[in-house]
């Protein structure tokens, strides 16, 4: 394998792989299962076998590298239009503690310990079972908690206090550049942002890193020298 097949190889790899990561989307990494995390690897070791291996032609590697992700792609399909299937191809939630009690059977099917459970909610800040109202071992392999409502913080309801939503932020400034869409949709235009700045002190849009506006017209604005100004 010479340096031009070698340079051929990766660029091509890269294309298909770019390609196929993009039609298999972002639950790859966002909400891993076992199997996803199982397909990742696959895909990886099927792109490095492409490019480093001498004995295997390019089309023959490209087209396992497509037919395994499209058998991904259609479990994926499979898994969302079937209940049946779902929990067939990714199983389902267990459960493992219920008003603080721990469900050793859930435990045992989901293959845990008390210590990797204990550890894992403590991740969740939590550190007392009691505390506890239900948790579940998930397909991700990470535990979900909902504490008792005696051991959640007031909320606002709890507490009658209404405030006005701040609503959708509009960024009109990052890197030192206005972003017009984002300023007309604030109902701003470029006098206003001159006389926001001057009244934060900053002489040149320059010196702006990111600049957001909310519908309540507070101002955040962070300056390239990691100073921050609110208004």
Same mark, same amino acid.
């Given at each position: 394998?010479?340096?031009?097949?070698?340079?051929?190889?990766? %660029?091509?790899?890269?294309?298909?792989?770019?390609?196929?990561?993009?039609?298999?989307?972002?639950?790859?990494?966002?909400?891993?299962?076992?199997?996803?995390?199982?397909?990742?690897?696959?895909?990886?070791?099927?792109?490095?076998?492409?490019?480093?291996?001498?004995?295997?032609?390019?089309?023959?590697?490209?087209?396992?590298?497509?037919?395994?992700?499209?058998?991904?792609?259609?479990?994926?399909?499979?898994?969302?239009?079937?209940?049946?299937?779902?929990?067939?191809?990714?199983?389902?939630?267990?459960?493992?503690?219920?008003?603080?009690?721990?469900?050793?059977?859930?435990?045992?099917?989901?293959?845990?310990?008390?210590?990797?459970?204990?550890?894992?909610?403590?991740?969740?800040?939590?550190?007392?079972?009691?505390?506890?109202?239900?948790?579940?071992?998930?397909?991700?392999?990470?535990?979900?908690?909902?504490?008792?409502?005696?051991?959640?913080?007031?909320?606002?309801?709890?507490?009658?206090?209404?405030?006005?939503?701040?609503?959708?932020?509009?960024?009109?400034? %990052?890197?030192?550049?206005?972003?017009?869409?984002?300023?007309?949709?604030?109902?701003?235009?470029?006098?206003?942002?001159?006389?926001?700045?001057?009244?934060?002190?900053?002489?040149?849009?320059?010196?702006?890193?990111?600049?957001?506006?909310?519908?309540?017209?507070?101002?955040?604005?962070?300056?390239?020298?990691?100073?921050?100004?609110?208004?």
């Amino acid at each position: 394998m010479d340096y031009l097949d070698m340079t051929y190889r990766i %660029i091509f790899t890269f294309i298909v792989l770019y390609i196929l990561c993009r039609i298999l989307g972002k639950k790859l990494i966002s909400q891993m299962t076992f199997f996803d995390f199982v397909a990742g690897v696959a895909l990886g070791s099927i792109s490095a076998s492409l490019i480093f291996s001498q004995n295997l032609p390019t089309r023959i590697g490209i087209y396992g590298l497509v037919l395994f992700a499209l058998l991904a792609l259609i479990l994926d399909i499979v898994a969302l239009k079937s209940f049946k299937g779902r929990k067939i191809l990714n199983d389902e939630p267990t459960l493992i503690v219920k008003n603080g009690k721990i469900y050793e059977e859930g435990l045992s099917k989901a293959r845990l310990t008390i210590d990797e459970m204990l550890f894992q909610l403590r991740n969740k800040n939590i550190f007392y079972l009691d505390e506890v109202e239900i948790a579940f071992f998930e397909t991700n392999g990470q535990v979900t908690a909902l504490k008792k409502s005696t051991q959640l913080p007031p909320t606002k309801q709890d507490m009658q206090i209404n405030s006005p939503s701040r609503g959708l932020p509009q960024t009109f400034i %990052i890197d030192g550049k206005i972003l017009p869409n984002s300023l007309k949709a604030a109902g701003k235009d470029e006098a206003w942002v001159k006389s926001i700045l001057q009244t934060n002190g900053i002489s040149k849009i320059g010196d702006v890193a990111v600049a957001q506006i909310d519908q309540l017209n507070k101002v955040f604005i962070d300056k390239r020298n990691d100073q921050e100004a609110l208004t």
